[in-house]
């Protein structure tokens, strides 16, 4: 299984949830933030991040707005919005009863 | 993402685009400044970064699409749709675009006038701290007074400057101005003002000067012309600047040009001509009886109306307790009180004070609700038709929401099927509107006064028209919109397309709306025609037709008496010309303003009595056929200037003040000429049948007397009037001459005039009658039909289960029987109501009278017995095998 894959679905969840601790990101730092946390075991491909993002702020979860980088340079940076938040909640409390019985197969197969 | 910020994607996608480049670009950059810092070169790390991204192009179009297509996609779809399902359906789309495209465009043709009239601010500067002076007269004819004299104005504006700051604006008159250029008289609509009203007002110049406060000094030749006066008399030269003229022997040079868009501060009347009011008649300065002109004023900052008016009250309370001695003797001392407390009123003037918004405002608000009225109906039928379309799209419904599509989607489609009507019948609705709108201006106006309305076709009247189609999509799109939507597809899947019976019920609500809009529209269009005819019906007392009338002025100046004698001798030639029958003059025109004097009666020298007066020559009464009932008319020796003062009264004069005994041979004294103290012993010679000088009032007790010095020419023709025009002119104005005509009208468009209100309101409402009643019909009609068709198979199996006819027609057309009720009762209902407003509107009808209900309720139910009769006649020719049979 390449690394790309393993983050098949998973890469909403991992946006709000790192939008909701670590506040307004743009594109790029939320690539960057996944790739050192995961100790590069996931690395996050442009191609699927940035529709991803924009699917996110269609349904309404984050919102995006323009601001300025500490160069002068002009970032999209995002936030997760409040039903952003409830919508974290019940996706990472599907995905650890998932991972959970996903374990326990493997454990007592 | 809300459907506003999507919406603006679709028009800004450009700039979508622009910024999906400029996020990723913000990405590839930061990608590689990583990984220079990591040690890379850039050319490396530029080809790394680039094999990661893939085409960038791609992902951008990725992005785009998460943000616009669906949506987009599902719009341009459904519009596809909409228009291929309407183009299936051309002539019942067609019918439907155009009665909702008329009925919008007289909507909006009603509101550009109420616009114009009413609404629209003045182009000055803070309109809003405008305001207009007016106060009570306790004259039931004219209740309320606007216009004040100099020493009161005087006294008003020194007592609340600290307030507010007034200024005068005269009544505006048509006045000949001779230019020296061309030595023409023409008539030009003149306004006198004080010199500080331009400034107050906040108006600007164009080019020259404007009327400034130093011109209030009574040698002032300063003259202000108006932009459109400007561009139509002087091509908009600058070499107006400086042109002079005369008006009324008095020289004028033009100083200025007013600024484009101000054209007066009365609406529908725009100045072409402002003079300082200093330059008016000298006797009107100091003099308390001459009342002349407006007062307006700017209200100063943070002072409220009521603040002003307690000033305004206090001054104008003493100014008349001090000239007690100028109310007419006859008042009694209760009244007396009364006209010294009389209120004092500080209105507000953001949109001009108006005489012509007094005459027609409130009619043309009534016009406006009845199209609006009309507008329901057509959109009722537009709803049915909706209805009776997603009824025969049941299934294709049901199919689509059992595979899956949102109830939102339907919505959207069938509402966008009805956006596209809207907006179909909004186009034809302004192209109609811009046809009928200057036509019913042109309705408003009488001959040489013209109305002009600046009826500003802009961006406005587009918004309220696109905000009124958007409404009535709504209102009517929506019931079979969420109609749709609340489909169980599982039911009318399975019962095949729905034959349930309650499928006729669904157009109830829309026939009830539509019959008691019809009826409120019938009601009120009604009580007006029949107002208009009653009015069109008085017998004014005295012949109208082939009666021409001449406006004659000197060509020079001469002395009064000098005139009178040419004046005479005009009337003997004119006399002689062929095709003439008789030649009189008289200073009013019957059915034109009165003048009314004091007089006393012997044997009563305390009471003075008010009448109404009218100079006349003689033959006077022959020309208007007014029958003579006692004694005689007026002799050419009654019009000598040393004659015995001789008059002639009508019969209400007779009968109201000498009773049963003939006045004739007796007399009474008056005083008639303001410079004459003692006064006249006048005998009354004859007494004439009466003739109303107001069509909407019995006739007043009126005096003839002779003519002063000239008046009106009233010459009755044996044939067409207008066929004598030229050889009356040509007399007039022939060789030796001291005369020339200024305006020549007839006696029957008089009378026309005075019925202008009342012939706008009757035409008007009762085509809108007749157009709401054709709609309504033709809706009904449909309705029915459809029902019809609908129940073809339980008509068969009532037929075949021995039902006759009449029971089957009773059937069908009893469906609709409580709506029928429904809807009448609740027409009369708000026709009831509706016309407290028109009441003060009609002459001789009574709304709560009978005949006012049953006329339009007549008409309705025939309308709607006749729209049955066909779908009633084809439920009774059902063939029960056929209908069986075809299921």
């Known amino acids: ?109 | 993402m809300s459907w506003w910020s999507r919406l603006t994607n679709v028009f800004q996608s450009e700039r979508l685009a622009l910024d999906l480049d400029d996020e990723i670009q913000f990405h590839i950059e930061e990608r590689i400044r990583e990984r220079i810092a990591s040690g890379m070169t850039r050319e490396a790390a530029a080809s790394e970064v680039a094999r990661r991204f893939g085409n960038p192009l791609r992902l951008r179009e990725t992005s785009r699409d998460v943000k616009l297509m669906p949506w987009l996609d599902s719009l341009v779809r459904d519009l596809n749709l909409g228009l291929r399902m309407l183009r299936k359906n051309a002539i019942v789309t067609i019918a439907a675009v155009v009665s909702l495209g008329f009925a919008l465009g007289a909507c909006v043709a009603a509101y550009s006038l109420v616009d114009a009239l009413i609404l629209r601010p003045l182009p000055v500067r803070d309109p809003d701290r405008l305001v207009y002076l007016a106060f009570t007269t306790f004259r039931p004819e004219q209740p309320e007074a606007e216009t004040f004299n100099d020493p009161l104005f005087v006294s008003l504006r020194d007592a609340s400057h600290d307030r507010v700051d007034l200024f005068a604006m005269s009544t505006q008159v048509m006045l000949p101005a001779i230019f020296e250029s061309s030595g023409e008289k023409e008539r030009v609509r003149t306004q006198y003002i004080s010199g500080d009203a331009f400034d107050l007002l906040g108006v600007q110049g164009a080019i020259g000067r404007l009327i400034k406060p130093e011109d209030d000094v009574p040698a002032t030749s300063i003259a202000v012309i108006s932009h459109a006066f400007w561009i139509s008399r002087f091509g908009g030269s600058p070499s107006a600047i400086g042109r002079r003229f005369t008006i009324n022997n008095r020289a004028y040079q033009i100083a200025g040009v007013t600024d484009a868009r101000f054209i007066g501060v009365e609406p529908g009347r725009p100045t072409s001509l402002w003079l300082p009011y200093a330059s008016y008649n000298p006797r009107a300065f100091g003099n308390a009886q001459f009342n002349w002109f407006r007062i307006l004023g700017r209200l100063k900052d943070d002072v409220r109306p009521e603040v002003a008016q307690s000033a305004l009250q206090t001054v104008f309370t003493s100014f008349r307790r001090e000239r007690q001695g100028l109310f007419d003797p006859g008042t009694s001392s209760t009244d007396r009180e009364r006209l010294i407390h009389a209120p004092i009123y500080v209105r507000p003037a953001a949109n001009g004070p108006s005489p012509l918004r007094h005459q027609f405002g409130r009619s043309l608000w009534i016009l406006t609700v009845i199209a609006g009225l009309v507008l329901l109906i057509a959109g009722s039928n537009v709803g049915n038709l909706f209805l009776a379309r997603a009824a025969a799209r049941e299934r294709e419904m049901a199919l689509r929401l059992s595979i899956g599509a949102g109830r939102g989607r339907l919505i959207q489609q069938l509402l966008i099927e009805s956006a596209i009507v809207a907006v179909a019948a909004c186009a034809l609705g302004l192209m109609f509107a811009t046809v009928a709108a200057p036509s019913v201006v042109g309705m408003l106006t009488a001959p040489g006064d013209p109305v002009q309305l600046d009826l500003q076709m802009g961006w406005k009247l587009l918004g309220f028209a696109g905000g009124l189609a958007l409404l009535t999509t709504l209102l009517f799109g929506i019931t079979p919109a969420l109609r749709a939507s609340r489909l169980a597809p599982m039911t009318t899947l399975n019962t095949g397309g729905g034959r349930s019976l309650t499928r006729t019920g669904m157009f109830r609500p829309f026939v009830a709306l539509q019959l008691a809009f019809g009826m409120v529209v019938l009601f009120v269009g009604g009580l007006l025609a029949l107002s208009f005819a009653r009015l069109s019906n008085v017998d004014p007392g005295f012949a109208t037709s082939n009666v021409l009338l001449l406006d004659v002025e000197t060509t020079r100046r001469i002395d009064g008496s000098q005139q009178r004698t040419a004046f005479f001798n005009l009337l003997d030639r004119l006399r002689l010309v062929p095709g003439v029958q008789d030649v009189a003059a008289a200073e009013y025109n019957p059915l034109g303003r009165a003048w009314t004097a004091f007089i006393r009666l012997p044997g009563k020298p305390n009471e003075a009595i008010e009448t109404t007066m009218s100079p006349v020559s003689a033959r006077f009464f022959e020309t208007m056929r007014m029958p003579l009932v006692r004694g005689r008319t007026f002799e050419p020796k009654d019009m000598e200037a040393n004659a015995a003062p001789s008059v002639v009264v009508n019969e209400s004069f007779a009968r109201r003040y000498f009773g049963e005994q003939m006045p004739v041979g007796r007399g009474f004294e008056g005083r008639f000429n303001m410079s004459n103290d003692t006064p006249t012993q006048y005998n009354i010679v004859g007494i004439v049948a009466d003739a109303r000088y107001d069509l909407r009032k019995p006739a007043a007790p009126t005096i003839f007397m002779p003519l002063r010095t000239s008046g009106t020419i009233h010459v009755r023709t044996a044939a067409l009037p207008a066929a004598l025009v030229t050889r009356l002119r040509a007399e007039i104005s022939g060789t030796d001459s001291q005369f020339r005509v200024t305006s020549i009208t007839t006696q029957s468009a008089v009378l026309d005039r005075t019925m202008l209100r009342e012939r706008l309101l009757a035409n008007l409402a009762t085509f809108f009658a007749f157009v709401g009643l054709v709609l309504l019909a033709v809706g009904f009609y449909g309705v029915l039909s459809y029902s019809v068709v609908h129940r073809t198979r339980e008509i068969g199996i009532r037929l075949a289960l021995g039902a006759g006819p009449m029971r089957v027609i009773r059937t069908v057309v009893m469906d609709f029987g409580s709506v029928v009720l429904i809807g009448v009762l609740s027409g009369l209902a708000g026709g009831a109501y509706l016309s407290r407003f028109v009441e003060a509107l009609l002459f001789d009808v009574q709304p709560q009278n009978l005949l006012s209900f049953a006329l339009p309720l007549g008409t309705l139910l025939l309308m709607v017995l006749l729209a049955a009769l066909l779908p009633a006649l084809r439920a009774a020719r059902v063939d029960p095998v056929i209908a069986l049979r075809s299921e």
């Open chain 1, 1 to 109: 299984m390449s690394r790309q894959d393993a983050l098949q679905g998973s890469l909403p969840l991992l946006v709000l949830k790192l939008l909701e601790r670590r506040g307004p990101l743009h594109g790029y730092a939320l690539a960057t933030h996944i790739e050192a946390i995961s100790d590069e075991e996931l690395r996050v491909e442009e191609g699927s991040l940035y529709p991803a993002l924009h699917r996110l702020e269609e349904a309404g979860w984050i919102k995006a707005r323009w601001m300025k980088t500490e160069t002068g340079r002009r970032a999209r940076v995002y936030d997760i919005t409040a039903t952003g938040r409830k919508q974290l909640d019940s996706e990472e409390t599907r995905w650890k009863t998932i991972t959970a019985a996903v374990g326990r197969v493997l454990k007592q197969a």
